[in-house]
């Protein structure tokens, strides 16, 4: 079974409240996204590996390490997953940037695609799969299947604010996916929205209703 990384970090507690918060505008909600991105980020590259290289200091030559290995895919789920690329940039800068657009069949209830566009060489990459929520788990599990009929096999899910329906659902149908999340909140309500939660983070994120 996979693992679940819950973060500790008191800057992280801190943004999270304030992101919470129903008086926090878009603005200042889009920076602390990113910024709890951004810091999440640390967490989720720890097992990254290392390889030794020469360089050339000011005073001598030496060795030091550099990121080896597979190269970095980051993958927003449309839309909210959008507020969270640039704090992962601005850790991964070479990243690729792929984008999966979901939607739920009034009908079936289930998710489909429509919009997928992803580096070529995604079966090559460490892949980072984003969504600021993770609620029922469902569109979170589609994009990761979608991901992996195109040859992903080394992929992550980070996400905010999750609900343990949501953990259980996504470590029940992707068991080799590890999750990082901000928080682990109490449940879901009869909507499906996520409490304490913090409301629609698209909504939130681009200011609309």
Do not use: W
């Not at 969270?84 to 009034?106: E, F, N, T």
């Amino acid at each position: 079974m996979s693992k679940v990384v819950e973060m500790g970090h008191p800057l992280i507690k801190h943004k999270l409240t304030l992101i919470r918060d129903k008086n926090t505008g878009s603005k200042e909600f889009r920076e602390l996204v990113s910024e709890l991105s951004m810091l999440m980020g640390y967490e989720v590259t720890r097992d990254f590996e290392l390889e030794e290289v020469e360089i050339e200091t000011p005073l001598m030559k030496t060795k030091a390490q550099v990121i080896a290995g597979k190269k970095v895919g980051i993958i927003p789920i449309l839309r909210a997953g959008l507020g969270m690329v640039d704090g992962m940039l601005s850790l991964i800068p070479a990243a690729k940037v792929g984008h999966i657009g979901l939607y739920r069949d009034p009908e079936t209830l289930q998710p489909v695609e429509y919009y997928c566009k992803l580096p070529q060489d995604i079966e090559e990459r460490h892949l980072i799969v984003l969504d600021p929520m993770l609620a029922t788990g469902g569109s979170a599990a589609a994009a990761i299947d979608f991901l992996k009929k195109r040859g992903a096999t080394n992929i992550k899910f980070v996400c905010l604010i999750a609900a343990p329906e949501g953990i259980q659902a996504l470590q029940e149908a992707h068991p080799d996916v590890d999750i990082y999340v901000g928080h682990i909140d109490e449940k879901l309500n009869e909507d499906a929205y996520i409490v304490p939660g913090l409301g629609d983070a698209g909504d939130r994120l681009f200011g609309t209703k």
